[in-house]
């Protein structure tokens, strides 16, 4: 994903992240993609929460345990489509350091909706889905708008929702992946927030100091042109913040 915005300094480094070794290595056959599926729902995932004492602290600690789950057959989809990918698009591609990026972008991207600052996103996202945040942004409350910041630090739960092969009328050739995230945010939400997975106190301290976070999810497609001489950029197709941003 090139990161040419007008805060190169900040995001530059998202690139290499998230794209790896970006260079484009010729395919070693005509890969047969399936044609794009309808796209399917990220993964249901639910979350558990545990109280235990910790060492040298007053007071109990929360800690959040999130469950991933699903079925055998969409694991073992999602690999088959890795090694695709590997084996006549990018041989050095890795779901692991793919994550690892994908985690920063929607950092960097998260925080940059939720401050306004879309102009610094237009090398990240698409043309078509920054037309529709500039609409929606615009009539988000500020508790809402808020609640779109994610930290780094507090995303508490990265995976992949689904993986697409496909090729377009003009033979060219593309890959996308979905990624699901929950993160922890502060923000001034009311607890009946419909959608939300959870929302509990972290206690810091003893019972008289409590902060009350919110568990969030978000939704990221990520999308690459593998056609021959493409820019091996990854570009945010899709972004969805369930309640928050519709």
């Not at 890795?82 to 994550?99: A, M, P, V």
């Not at 990265?158 to 697409?164: A, I, N, Q, S």
Request: overall charge neutral; proline content about 7%; aromatic content about 10%.
């Amino acid at each position: 994903m090139a990161l040419r915005c007008a805060a190169p300094g900040r995001v530059r480094w998202l690139a290499r992240a998230l794209a790896g070794s970006a260079r484009l290595l010729p395919p070693a056959a005509a890969a047969p993609g399936p044609p794009g599926p309808a796209r399917t729902r990220p993964p249901q995932l639910s979350a558990r929460f545990a109280s235990s004492a910790g060492s040298g602290t007053e007071g109990p600690q929360r800690r959040v345990v999130v469950v991933r789950i699903t079925s055998p057959f969409a694991w073992l989809r999602t690999r088959f489509y890795y090694l695709l990918i590997r084996l006549y698009f990018d041989h050095e591609f890795s779901i692991e350091e793919f994550t690892r990026g994908a985690k920063q972008a929607f950092s960097v991207v998260s925080k940059l909706l939720s401050q306004r600052k879309l102009d610094l996103l237009e090398e990240l996202v698409s043309a078509e889905v920054l037309q529709v945040l500039k609409e929606k942004i615009s009539l988000l409350p500020d508790s809402h708008r808020d609640a779109l910041a994610a930290d780094i630090d507090a995303i508490m739960y990265t995976t992949e929702g689904d993986v697409r092969i496909y090729y377009d009328d003009d033979g060219r050739k593309f890959v996308s992946i979905l990624m699901c995230f929950w993160y922890l945010n502060g923000a001034n939400l009311p607890d009946e927030v419909p959608g939300e997975a959870k929302v509990f106190q972290i206690v810091f301290g003893d019972e008289n100091t409590k902060e009350k976070k919110h568990l969030l999810t978000a939704n990221y497609e990520f999308q690459r042109e593998f056609t021959e001489g493409a820019k091996p950029d990854w570009t945010i197709t899709r972004i969805e913040h369930p309640r928050l941003l519709e």
